[in-house]
């Protein structure tokens, strides 16, 4: 996954998360649990997938990994 990607993905879901908090007024009773925990969570999955995807060489895809072998 690029950068690209993962910012696309992470605005979709704080969209998501907004508008189903909005449907029941910002009280917290739609997703208590999405607005406490899985924001943080998602805020350091989606670190650490930047920070892999920046280590990493954009242009090597599986297929050309040395580890990864293919049975004829």
């Known amino acids: 996954m690029s950068s690209v990607t993962i910012i696309i993905v992470s605005f979709l879901y ?17 997703m208590p649990v999405i607005l406490s925990t899985s924001l943080r ?19 090597q895809t599986i297929s050309d990994h040395p580890r990864v072998t293919y049975l004829p």
């Open 14 to 30: 704080v969209l998501y998360v907004v508008l189903m908090e909005s449907r029941s007024g910002f009280s917290g009773t739609a």
């Open 41 to 59: 969570m998602w805020a350091y999955l989606s670190a650490g997938v930047f920070m892999i995807v920046r280590q990493g060489d954009p242009q």
